[in-house]
């Protein structure tokens, strides 16, 4: 037993330094890098808002040419009538998480103004490198065998847009590390039934939620699960401690806007553009613009879910095929980010056979893992670590074809796929076997698999030719000058 646990130890380390290294190498060739994307501009307000003393702001003086400009330029508005509030330390925000930014606060205060965004991307490259170990634990639960678990860890070590996630100011690089420790001791948890372990599972899906709120419906189907299951102290510990560290965010908001809101007032934006009739249920540039010169976070939120309830009156039967094209966009290549910043002339200029190369190794991985991902949800036992599993992409699939999708979305359950390609991969003998002896159960048990390998490969084939023109541009010679809209 204990030769066993030191050949664990030093596979766990190695994996982490490993992943560590892959990391860092784009952070340092990238020290001067500044930021794009809106995105990360706001929570870079807001980090500095927090840092400085002055609360969960952003658009302080400094930052409203910003947005202003942005307004002209990209959406043709007329700005002049746009009433900025004078404050300033700029203007309370409830329409983002409060946990990113308050994480990037503390990295601004400790690092300083002047190397804030490669502080933030040093500790960000540690945080998600602990996404490779913590998927061999997470293999491990699923039944997956040693050797298995180990190629499980290697695949988010290594998966592309992994490496470079942490040069970005993104909730990704909080999130996913939340996320992936909080199922981990809920895995735990549940073997060992300690409420220390359950505890701190508990606190982690709180954390998580405080960072993307999207994800609170898990935690709330996991105290469901373990309710059911008898585990009924360990499921009212899941929900108090959960919202214990929910709730006085949610008062915060609720104070400012006088009536009940809850983590983020985003949810309205984003239904305005998940249902949009311009829209294929993903996000989409222009409209993107129609609702941000209304400031008040609580009547963009609501005059979002309006306008996405009009839509769906004005045409109930599009709702069913843009849930499907949401989950296909969940499940969407990972090329929109590289097309971006190429196509705008921000990573230079290359021959075509290199754009072409980048471009296979951004969109591989997920080609080649979610087939044997799909299998290992398939064949197995299942354990509670299976149920588990099976609920959160559950709740994570089905809130995502409500609300809105977008391809990086899907690497938030990496690990968890990287963790089903090992147990498949450990299953598939007995499997394999039985297709040869022509055993009936076998034949079941792939019918589903087929049928969901071939969905997956349609929907990036549909993908594909419907971007074939856009491909055919940034491919070319002109590629880095083709100036492609996010």
């Known amino acids: 037993m204990e030769n066993r646990e030191r050949k664990i130890i030093p596979f766990v380390l190695i994996i982490y330094a490993v992943a560590v290294l892959l990391r860092l190498v784009p952070v340092l060739l990238s020290r001067d890098l500044g930021i794009g994307l809106d995105d990360m501009f706001q929570y870079?307000?807001?980090?500095?808002?927090?840092?400085?003393?002055?609360?969960?702001?952003?658009?302080?003086?400094?930052?409203?040419?910003?947005?202003?400009?942005?307004?002209?330029?990209?959406?043709?508005?007329?700005?002049?009538?746009?009433?900025?509030?004078?404050?300033?330390?700029?203007?309370?925000?409830t329409f983002r998480a409060p946990l990113y930014p308050l994480f990037l606060a503390g990295?601004?205060?400790?690092?300083?103004?002047?190397?804030?965004?490669?502080?933030?991307?040093?500790?960000?490259?540690?945080?998600?490198?602990?996404?490779?170990?913590?998927?061999?634990?997470?293999?491990?639960?699923?039944?997956?065998?040693?050797?298995?678990?180990?190629?499980?860890?290697?695949?988010?070590?290594?998966?592309?847009?992994?490496?470079?996630?942490?040069?970005?100011?993104?909730?990704?690089?909080?999130?996913?590390?939340?996320?992936?420790?909080?199922?981990?001791?809920?895995?735990?948890?549940?073997?060992s039934r300690r409420l220390r372990d359950f505890t701190l599972s508990s606190l982690l899906l709180g954390l998580a939620?405080?960072?993307?709120?999207?994800?609170?419906?898990?935690?709330?189907?996991?105290?469901?699960?373990?309710?059911?299951?008898?585990?009924?102290?360990?499921?009212?510990?899941?929900?108090?401690?959960v919202a214990a560290l929910v709730l006085p965010w949610s008062v915060r908001n609720s104070l400012l806007h006088e009536k009940p809101t809850f983590v983020e007032t985003s949810l309205g934006y984003n239904l305005y553009l998940g249902y949009h009739p311009e829209g294929d249920g993903s996000f989409i540039f222009g409209p993107s613009l129609d609702l941000i010169t209304i400031l008040d976070d609580a009547e963009r939120d609501a005059v979002g879910r309006e306008r996405a309830w009009e839509f769906i009156q004005q045409d109930p039967w599009r709702v069913p095929e843009l849930m499907l094209r949401k989950l296909g966009h969940l499940f969407g290549l990972e090329d929109r980010v590289f097309a971006f910043f190429y196509s705008n002339g921000l990573l230079g200029t290359f021959p075509p056979w290199a754009v072409i190369t980048l471009f296979l190794l951004l969109v591989l991985p997920l080609v080649i893992v979610l087939p044997l991902a799909i299998l290992g949800w398939v064949i197995g036992p299942r354990n509670p670590g299976w149920q588990l599993t099976s609920l959160l992409l559950a709740w994570y699939f089905g809130v995502h074809?409500?609300?809105?999708?977008?391809?990086?979305?899907?690497?938030?359950?990496?690990?968890?796929?990287?963790?089903?390609?090992?147990?498949?991969?450990?299953?598939?003998?007995?499997?394999?076997?039985?297709?040869?002896?022509?055993?009936?159960?076998?034949?079941?048990?792939?019918?589903?698999?087929?049928?969901?390998?071939?969905?997956?490969?349609?929907?990036?084939?549909?993908?594909?030719?419907?971007?074939?023109?856009q491909l055919a541009l940034l491919f070319g010679p002109d590629g880095s000058s083709a100036r492609f809209n996010y």
Do not use: C
């Open 44 to 93: 870079d307000m807001l980090g500095r808002s927090l840092a400085a003393g002055n609360g969960f702001r952003w658009y302080a003086p400094p930052d409203r040419e910003m947005l202003l400009n942005a307004l002209r330029y990209f959406g043709g508005i007329d700005t002049s009538a746009i009433d900025l509030p004078q404050d300033p330390r700029g203007i309370l925000t």
């Open 209 to 241: 939620t405080l960072t993307r709120s999207v994800i609170v419906g898990f935690p709330a189907l996991a105290a469901l699960w373990l309710w059911i299951r008898k585990m009924r102290r360990e499921a009212v510990l899941l929900v108090l401690v």
């Open 401 to 469: 074809m409500l609300i809105m999708a977008e391809e990086r979305f899907h690497l938030a359950i990496v690990p968890l796929l990287a963790a089903l390609v090992g147990r498949g991969l450990t299953h598939w003998p007995l499997v394999r076997k039985g297709l040869r002896k022509r055993q009936s159960w076998a034949y079941i048990l792939m019918v589903p698999v087929v049928v969901l390998v071939l969905l997956a490969f349609l929907n990036w084939g549909l993908e594909l030719a419907g971007n074939a023109d």
């Open 107 to 191: 990295i601004y205060w400790i690092s300083g103004l002047e190397a804030r965004f490669f502080a933030a991307r040093l500790v960000q490259a540690f945080m998600m490198a602990s996404l490779a170990p913590m998927t061999y634990a997470l293999a491990k639960r699923l039944d997956a065998s040693e050797r298995y678990a180990r190629l499980a860890a290697w695949i988010p070590a290594v998966w592309p847009m992994l490496l470079f996630f942490p040069l970005g100011l993104a909730t990704e690089n909080l999130f996913l590390p939340l996320l992936t420790a909080g199922t981990l001791l809920l895995f735990k948890a549940v073997e």
